[in-house]
């Protein structure tokens, strides 16, 4: 899988990564934006490993909206992918809050969080 340079915009679940994924599957250089969609969960949802690289999230600012979700692939399986480089404008956070220690077990690097509307 390499899933790159698109544009995903206006759709209630954007980018949903749900099979097992392997350690060359990539996610990268996408612009992903929630539009004028109410109730979007998150606009990229992992379940499997994936690189999750060099993407543009914007405005995904909902009470209970994130960048990310995060669920163990379909073997029970973790933390298997990495979030790199990824540039998050006007969302309300990286992961939901109960999934925060799933966030830092992947050892997050270069994200950028970007406040303000």
Not at 77 to 82: E, G, N, V, W
């Amino acid at each position: 899988w390499n899933i790159h340079d698109n544009t995903i915009t206006a759709c209630l679940k954007p980018v949903v990564l749900d099979c097992y994924g392997s350690e060359s599957s990539l996610l990268r250089q996408n612009l992903i934006t929630r539009g004028d969609v109410a109730g979007v969960a998150a606009a990229i949802e992992v379940g499997g490993r994936f690189k999750v690289l060099d993407n543009l999230l914007v405005g995904f600012d909902e009470p209970d909206s994130a960048a990310f979700s995060l669920a163990s692939d379909p073997l029970g399986r973790t933390a298997q992918s990495l979030f790199r480089n990824n540039r998050l404008e006007r969302c309300t956070g990286a992961v939901p809050k109960d999934q925060a220690a799933l966030w830092d077990a992947t050892k997050p690097e270069g994200n950028v969080v970007v406040e303000g509307k």
